[in-house]
């Protein structure tokens, strides 16, 4: 499984990335204004600076929602650097837009997924991955983890390459279960890959161990 980061927070990337464990990174709108990026010239610094943290999959998103503006503005972005992979929203033009890039060798991540239908138009088209967004379907009384079943079951009946790259992972049962399940990749909050660290056997077990490595050293 490979693990995303998803933010637009330098000082996170890095964290995540010297631990040894980061795949990628996927960021959005949103993301980028939380971290005060506004602004063309300024969020395509921001993802090239993002692309010099990590060894590959950068998820840039387009904001136009017109097949021409958007696949003009995913050529723009998957110039700025190998590592780009140009996100694009699950919506009708968004779909000719994966094709036409697959299609220029473009990899591509077709964001906003919330069925399974979503999901095969998205392959079909060539996307590189799909982002069904989990967190977003529990918070409606849907279940998020159930979507991602069905997709991994339809995308291994007929050997779709499209990865399945499980978003809106809120916490560390999330990613385990997606990881069970046979997601192929997850992005999450930094917090949620920490977390994974911690159990309180370790702790307890690490203050025994050294505490007696005390006593013996006296």
């Known amino acids: 499984m490979k693990f995303f980061i998803d933010t637009a927070n330098l000082d996170e990337i890095r964290e995540a990335y010297d631990l040894g464990v980061l795949d990628g990174v996927t960021t ?3 993301l980028m204004a939380k971290e005060g ?17 990590v060894d590959d999959n950068v998820s840039a998103e387009v904001i136009s929602t017109e097949f021409e503006a958007m696949l003009a503005e995913g050529r723009k972005l998957a110039a700025l650097d190998d590592k780009i992979v140009v996100k694009v929203p699950m919506i009708k033009d968004g779909v000719k837009t994966i094709k ?9 991540n ?39 079943e069905q997709i991994v079951q339809i995308f291994d009946n007929y050997d779709f390459e499209t990865e399945i790259l499980a978003a809106s992972v809120r916490h560390n049962m999330h990613l385990i279960q997606c990881a069970e ?9 930094l ?8 159990h309180p056997l370790t702790d307890s077990g690490l203050e025994k161990f050294l505490a007696d490595y005390k006593k013996g050293n006296q």
């Open 28 to 30: 959005n709108p949103s």
């Open 181 to 189: 399940i046979g997601a192929d990749v997850v992005t999450c909050p």
């Open 100 to 108: 036409a890039l697959t299609d220029e060798g473009i990899r591509t």
């Open 37 to 53: 990026i506004t602004g063309e010239e300024n969020i395509l610094k921001h993802y090239k600076a993002i692309c010099d943290i």
């Open 110 to 148: 077709c964001t906003l997924i919330f069925s399974a239908g979503q999901a095969i138009l998205a392959a079909k088209a060539g996307a590189t991955y799909i982002s069904p967004f989990i967190g977003r379907l529990d918070d409606i009384g849907s279940d998020g983890l159930t979507l991602i």
């Open 191 to 198: 917090s949620v890959i920490t977390g994974l660290l911690k």
